[in-house]
């Protein structure tokens, strides 16, 4: 099939580690025409990215093999290439882009030498003058601003943005003809995200590139791409054009992974005889004017110059029984303002009442009876349970000190009654946390927010480092729990698709202030502050 | 109690299998278990006296007779050791009746034993020991201290020059066998190590628990205490305490571990301001735990690790400090010690070099034990870098 | 960043201030303490010579008074800042430029000041030249051994340097001076100090004349610091070279390594041009550890070889329990390390852009 830029038969990469071989990519067949985007989609273990280092063969030579396949690039096939061979297409024929753009960038180099690196490898006739001038043209390119200014700019002076603006440029300094992304946006803001995918569309628009973008969001595939392969654990399960795959899958895993998407989940019918009078209880939860302000320290003697204002007079009611979704971007403060209702952060002003209990100033021993009707979920899994502690004793040590349960077995049996709630064995009391996937995790950290029977849980990104699958279920879980429980949740996330599916409420922040909140589908449908209509706007949708 | 069935293996069970996975470990453990054999039963290897004999249908064993108070101790210690280590009960628990019963074994010995206070070693080869039955000697038979005055020795000879007499290892410049001194001074290295290192770590963690803690002035004044003390010249400073106070083996012991502390205290500090942050950490505090239960339950054992990888080396420094004072002349004087043989293969104008061969030897494979534990310990936290990483992908 | 060294600086001044103390007391709290006694108590005199000297010392260096009054005093001589005395001890007025006075030392009989000027550039010397030796040859074997990684050089080499590690200076001196320069063996090297007597008059470089080839005074150095520098290097460079290997590993498989060969660049490049600077930033770090260590090295070194440097001169004071000597000795080491710190610290700075001080 002439015309394709690109086309992979039956490629197989095996990984050696430690001491196992994995079968990273089983037999995938794809191809890309010349000039289009063909989104490569999966969860975490799916082979995509594998798949798209084996393209421009970036896999250490002592790990990773190609028993079979081939990888045929205006007709010539990759894999036979030698080593110089390779190294003149990468860079100038087909160029890519990575996920983190921190740590992807050299930090002792200065931008400009990074990109006119590349521009002098492959075209060495280029004087350094004539680099320079190229590559601040480059930069303009990509839309960054004061671009002459930023040639001499270190990586670690510019925002995540920024620097993968960079990578971009970098990436099409020598004008190829394939750009590999591998998920670029992933670590980005969603407005951040919104931009750069716009940008990469114009791009692609003006030089005619093609594209291969790995991605685990079908919002984005849905914006980018014309052709579509979903894989599984090595292997393609579904190829196609964009808009059939999205709209008519055939394959049941596909199937399952768009059911699973939070704005395709099906929301229980939810019996809360209360919510009518709502506006009539007293909230659970009354923050007013919470001041959560860090010291900036400079100077001789360290005087204090500048404070981080993380929460900045913040004023809150959270109504008993119904969720709140808590929304931002990054440094938005969201996070803080979850940990200080906590008391896990102290504020530096202001007021929180629970139940109309003043909270802030409390010490130690006043403040624990309390701490039983306030719990909190965390975001990453790895780090949210003890690695030393048996699941049985994470579950019952909080009971034990708040003297829930008569004596030790019939904390076991509270403990194992938690576990079942969330869905997981009993006998997962036995084990150590380092025998759980994610997923697994997370619902044992809820159990352990639920194991003093609160009333109100914080849930920090509980399922932001989840699959959309695994997330599909928890979030599920959550709305089960909260109807047997009658529990007051506090949902701090960045997703929107979370939001709309999950809370009651929504509040969204920016910069440490509150600039608008409300009724969920108010706030989603309707959205008054121009920072909300900015985020929602940038959120890739399915359906356009 | 119901049954219940523990899966799988722990945290601690998963690192101590991981560390024992290589041969350098191996190596270094039984070296380890090497000097550990032989400090505890020095007395009985190595000993002018007979283990056994039997004189005129009556048998007797001298060697029990003239047990000193160390060595009682040291050999209850021993087996107290081994007894608590079968126990089955938590680790924390079994550290605390090590201490119980070694603290009760002091007492006992020093209140009960009383051995003979001089001993003449060149009695041991006179007839009344001689003319026996039978009689069973140790594997060396000579004394550390013996000087064989009876047998005309002639100072500093090398390994099996003496007629007469077997000196595996040479004779040093009192005429004492090197091979006896060596194995008896495995008793001082080790417990310098141990004892030296237990003081530092004790004194390292409290403050670097501290100062972990509670941040704030204590950190501030914390972090001068552990620079002045990381910036003192430490050999300097053991020379100095040495010279003033005079040569002990305890004093050295709790000089050692004075001057060393710094670095253990600088490693818990960091591990508790990482672990501070830790979201299980966070999670006990939103629980309401108790303090002890956060620091002692959640926070120090997974604190730990990258301390017993200090410690490890620390020991290995420990018994370096040792031996280099005794090398510059300022170590124990009667008790054999590996430095101040060392010391004596320099003295004479003729290179002496089974003193510096087998004492340095010692030493060298002693330190180099120690490393190659505290190395594999270290790959088995953070395997990340060692020689068999796969890529990181 | 002139308020961070001002601010490193200012804060050196306690640090210091807290050695001298912490040895201070060692030398008060010692059985004898810091008396006129002790000096004067081996010496064969008639009893109204040791009197007379006992009134001296007491006099001279107020040994007579309680400890913390002999260290106020002596701080007060030490610091530029200070009251000015006269040399029957009594006070004059303040000044903030009366020079440093660092006593005199009671087994030398010389000002502390002039035995050090002459010692320190010995020690120095010795250090300085064994500090670039020691990185040129562990960036070397770290750098073999990271790029071929699992090959017998790298497994050879990482159990080797950690024997190194492990043989215990004076052992290898010894074996080194044994084997090396003796004339039972290898008479290679010579035995002691840092120069023979005829180099004194040596010119300077090698070359032929009548009587044959010269060595002349550089080469006549080199020869005698041989040894030592072996010696005192083989212990650190065996660390440097572990670090080095575990860095230039860390940055072969970062994130920014794998951008540069995805621009095409070879493998060489990636290494030289990308990850070399990155992974010298750890050695930097260290390199402030590296010069205490050395110093203490340099206490055995010196004295296996007889070179008269500082090292030396520690022990000697030491067990003479000389008192001006001690206390000077220990502020100027804890003065050079903390040195030490600020350079590698001030170093990092000009090779990591990340980092700013302020």
Known sequence: MSGQLLEVRNLRTYLQADGREVRAVDDVNFSIPKGDTFCLVGESGSGKSVSALSVIRLLPQDVASHPSGEILFNGRDLLKLDDPGIRAVRGSQIAMIFQEPMTSLNPVLTIGEQITEALQLHRPEISDAEA????????????????????????????????????????????????????????????????????????????????????????????????????????????????EVLRKPRHSYTQQLLAALPENLVKPVSVRPHSQNATDQTPLLQIRDLKVWFPIKKGLLRRTVDYVRAVDEVSLDIPQGQIVALVGESGCGKTTLGRAVLQLEPPTSGSIQIQGRELTGLSARELRPLRRKMQIAFQDPQSSLNPRLLIETT????????????????????????????????????????????????????????????????????????????????????????????LTLLFITHNIGVVEYLSDRTVVMYKGKIVEQGETAQVCGQPQHPYTQKLLEAVPRLSL | MTEHAVSRESFAARIWRKTLDGAGVKVGLSWVALLVFAAVFAPFLANSMPLLMSKNGVISAPVLQYLSVEDRWVLATFFIALAVYRLPVGSAKRILLFLLGSALAAVLANLFVKPPVLVIYDDFRSAAYTETDWRIMPPIPYAPTDYLRDLGSKGLEAPLATEGHTHLMGTEENGADVLSRMIHACRISLSIGLIASGIALLIGVVVGGLMGYFSGIVDMLGMRLVEIF????????????????????????????????????????????????????????????????????????NGVAPLLVAVSFGVAGAILSEATLSFLGLGVVDAPSWGQMLDQAVKSSTFNWWMAVFPGGAIFMTVFAYNLIGEAFRDAIDPKLSSKAGVNR | MLTYLLRRLLLMIPTLLGITVVVFTVMAMSPGGISAQTLVGGMDMKPQEKQALLDYYNKRYGLDQPAPVQYLRWLNNVSPVGFVTDEHGKRGEFSFNKGMDLGSSFQYGRPVSDILAERIPITLLLNLVTIPFTYLIAIMVGMKSATHRGSVFDVGTSMSMLALWSIPTMLAGVLLLGFFANVQHFHWFPTAGISSREAQDMPFLPHWDEAGFVRGFLLDRVWHLVLPVICLSYGSFAALAKLTRTSILENLHSDYARTARAKGLAENDVLWKHVFRNSLLPLITISAGLLPSLLAGSLIVENIFSINGMGQLAVEAVKGRDRELVLSITWVSGFLTLIGYLIADFCYTLADPRVSYD
């Not at chain 1, 594209?211 to 984005?220: A, K, N, P, R, S």
């Not at chain 1, 076991?412 to 995790?441: C, M, N, T």
């Not at chain 2, 040495?242 to 253990?264: D, E, K, N």
Request: aromatic content about 8%.
């Open chain 1, 395 to 486: 579950l019952t040590e909080p009971m034990k000190v708040h003297g829930i349960g008569v004596d030790h077995e019939q904390r076991i049996e509270l403990a194992g009654l938690l576990l079942e709630s969330v869905q997981l064995k009993r006998d997962f009391l036995w084990r150590y946390p380092h025998e759980f996937s994610g997923g697994q995790r997370q619902r044992i950290g809820l159990a352990r927010a639920l194991a003093l029977n609160p009333e109100f849980i914080v849930c920090d990104e509980i399922t932001s480092a989840l699959d959309v699958s695994v997330q599909a279920e928890i979030l599920q879980l959550l709305l089960s729990i909260r109807q047997q429980r009658n």
């Open chain 1, 132 to 243: 320079e001038q190229r590559t601040i043209m480059a930069l303009e390119q990509v839309q960054m601003p004061q671009a002459s200014r930023r040639f001499r700019d270190y990586p670690h002076q510019l925002s995540g943005g920024q620097r993968q603006r960079v990578m971009i440029a970098m990436a099409l300094a020598c004008e190829p003809q394939l750009l590999i992304a591998d998920e670029p946006t992933t670590a980005l803001d969603v407005t951040v995200q919104a931009e750069i995918l716009r940008l990469m569309r114009k791009l692609q628009d003006d030089t005619g590139m093609s594209m291969l973008f790995i991605t685990h969001d079908f919002g984005v595939v849905a914006q980018m791409a014309q052709w579509v392969g979903v894989m599984q654990q090595g292997k393609m399960v579904e190829v196609g054009p964009c808009s």
């Open chain 2, 230 to 301: 990381e910036d003192i010249p430490t050999l300097f400073l053991l020379l100095t305490f040495v010279a003033f106070f005079g040569r002990s083996l305890y004093m050295m012991m709790v000089i050692i571990g004075v001057t060393g502390w710094s670095g253990y205290a600088r490693y818990v500090r960091t591990e508790f301001l990482k672990l501070r942050k830790q979201d299980y950490v966070q999670a006990a505090v939103a629980g309401g735990l108790p303090l002890s239960s956060i620091l002692f339950r959640h926070m120090l054992p």
